[in-house]
């Protein structure tokens, strides 16, 4: 494994991957974007240790003084946590951000590239992003969506927030080509509840069976991610007419106040969040350690 002069990898993640042990990437928006401090620090620890729980080496991923660093220590997860500067960087913020020396949360698209730079091969999110709502108005469409019908990282998510159009984000990921496997369902979940009304691509129950699918695409070399979907527990799922209810009253107050691009989401979750009191948050936290689990599991099986 050969890594450029913009790449810092931890001695633990280079040495996994060397060693062909699994190894699960991690995002870093949901930490400084997602979510308020001290819950994103707490957080981030905890989604790392249940991947080492599930017998897997975590690689979270940000860009700090313009290095693209894969395996965080705690220093760097806690300046992630409480810093100012933090931006907010996709695939199209990269050459910048680095060039310049900045500090930058990786979204799902900037994370993939990065992991894939990085020689891993699962990637675990909360949920990527998708069409919005009036997209073909506003052409508001998440560049999530184009990097996984480029880049060969398999995604682990609670599918997509309703806070988008999820039927049209299917159609455009359909279209891309990608994948939409759902792990023990046949309904693609909408992060915040298990159900969306909309089916899979396909349905898969074990971890082996997701695992051979992934290395299958590998080999006979299919450009692109897979989406792997993976409903939040059932404890946790919210009531869908309570989150429905929230997300408009969200949507509404983000026009009011002309909220436009990529601070849409941000703002959208933590709308949302102050008018669930607080339940929306941990419904986030429980389906991301959900999803790392998983993704540690899988990461297993393709190692072995």
């Known amino acids: 494994m050969s890594f450029n002069k913009y790449i810092s990898v931890s001695e633990e993640v280079k040495e996994a991957v060397n060693g062909n042990k699994a190894v699960v990437a991690l995002e870093s928006t949901i930490i400084s974007h997602g979510m308020p401090y001290p819950q994103n620090y707490d957080t981030a620890l905890s989604v790392e240790n249940t991947v080492r729980e599930n017998n897997a080496v975590?690689?979270?991923?940000?860009?700090l003084n313009g290095m693209i660093k894969v395996g965080l220590?705690?220093?760097?997860?806690e300046i992630l946590s409480t810093g100012k500067d933090i931006l907010k960087a996709s695939r199209r913020d990269l050459p910048v951000v680095i060039s310049k020396k900045l500090n930058a949360a990786t979204t799902v698209s900037a994370t993939m590239i990065c992991a894939e730079l990085a020689s891993l091969k699962i990637f675990a999110t909360g949920g990527i992003g998708g069409v919005h709502r009036n997209a073909q108005n506003t052409f508001d469409i998440s560049a999530d969506l184009?990097?996984?019908?480029?880049?060969?990282?398999?995604?682990?998510?609670?599918?997509?927030?309703s806070i988008l159009d999820i039927g049209l984000t299917l159609e455009y990921l359909e279209t891309m080509g990608v994948p939409v496997i759902g792990y023990r369902t046949d309904e693609?979940?909408?992060?915040?509840?298990?159900?969306?009304g909309y089916p899979v691509s396909y349905r898969l129950d074990s971890q082996v069976e997701i695992a051979e699918a992934v290395r299958v695409k590998r080999e006979i070399e299919l450009k692109g991610g897979v989406i792997i979907a993976n409903p939040v527990p059932e404890q946790f799922s919210m009531d869908k007419k309570v989150i429905d209810?929230?997300?408009?009253?969200?949507?509404?107050?983000?026009?009011?106040?002309?909220?436009k691009g990529k601070d849409v989401t941000p703002f959208l979750l933590s709308e949302i969040k102050n008018i669930t009191g607080g339940t929306s948050l941990e419904t986030n936290i429980r389906l991301v350690m959900n999803n790392a689990k998983l993704a540690a599991e899988i990461a297993g099986k393709l190692s072995e």
């Not at 220590?73 to 997860?77: A, H, P, R």
């Not at 009253?249 to 002309?258: G, I, R, S």
Request: hydrophobic share 45%; charged share 25%; no cysteine.
């Open 58 to 63: 975590p690689a979270t991923i940000a860009i």
């Open 73 to 77: 220590s705690l220093e760097d997860l």
């Open 146 to 161: 184009t990097e996984l019908a480029r880049t060969n990282i398999a995604v682990v998510s609670a599918g997509v927030k």
């Open 188 to 196: 693609f979940p909408a992060f915040y509840t298990r159900k969306s």
């Open 245 to 259: 209810k929230a997300i408009e009253t969200a949507l509404k107050k983000a026009d009011e106040n002309n909220i």
